[in-house]
């Protein structure tokens, strides 16, 4: 086996350093320690999602009952625009130059939404993935002084969609057991 030349080693360092994001590295105008907190709490946000979505695919699957038709399309929209704000939210974490989490043990860490056990009764479905809306609301909330302080506007405006969706999304689920 030939040995690699200096050239070849000074490359394959300078490939390895820049797979590794750095903030340092970064100047997207936010100081390091909160670009560092509001991409640690966007991994927060990242995991609830995540996992709000797999309950929410999972009650789409098994849910049963008179309400069968109803809340299996309304599983179907909601999970539909939970995938889709999960790619969202991780591109963010992406563009502020960290990496996203990306497994069920990174996730399982991170998230505070409880994976779902069991299949509970349509109506209990529907009460959980209603607390779990709120649950995200509260994460992203939590968020949005960092994002905020650091005049980091595209993760506000992403924070406050996301807001926006879980609220009205929670209220729609609360009015269907009230």
Do not use: C
């Not at 040995?3 to 390895?16: H, I, Q, R, T």
């Not at 100047?27 to 509001?38: E, H, N, S, V, W």
């Not at 994460?139 to 980091?152: E, H, I, M, S």
């Amino acid at each position: 086996m030939a040995k690699k030349s200096v050239a070849e080693k000074g490359a394959v360092k300078k490939v390895a350093k820049s797979a590794t994001p750095s903030a340092q590295a970064l100047d997207l105008g936010i100081p390091a320690d909160k670009l560092a907190g509001i991409t640690e709490g966007l991994s927060r946000l990242l995991a609830d999602t995540y996992t709000l979505y797999l309950k929410t695919h999972n009650y789409h699957w098994n849910v049963t009952g008179p309400q069968f038709n109803t809340l299996h399309q309304m599983f179907m929209t909601q999970y539909t625009e939970l995938g889709l704000a999960v790619d969202e939210i991780a591109e963010r974490i992406r563009a502020l130059g960290a990496f996203a989490p990306g497994s069920y043990s990174a996730f399982s860490a991170l998230a505070t939404v409880q994976e779902a056990s069991g299949v509970p009764s349509a109506d209990h479905m529907v009460a959980n993935l209603a607390a779990d809306q709120a649950t995200v609301v509260r994460t992203a909330r939590a968020v949005f002084p960092l994002a905020d302080a650091a005049g980091d506007e595209p993760t506000a405006d992403l924070l406050t969609q996301r807001m926006q969706v879980h609220e009205k999304t929670a209220w729609m689920l609360r009015a269907m057991i009230a």
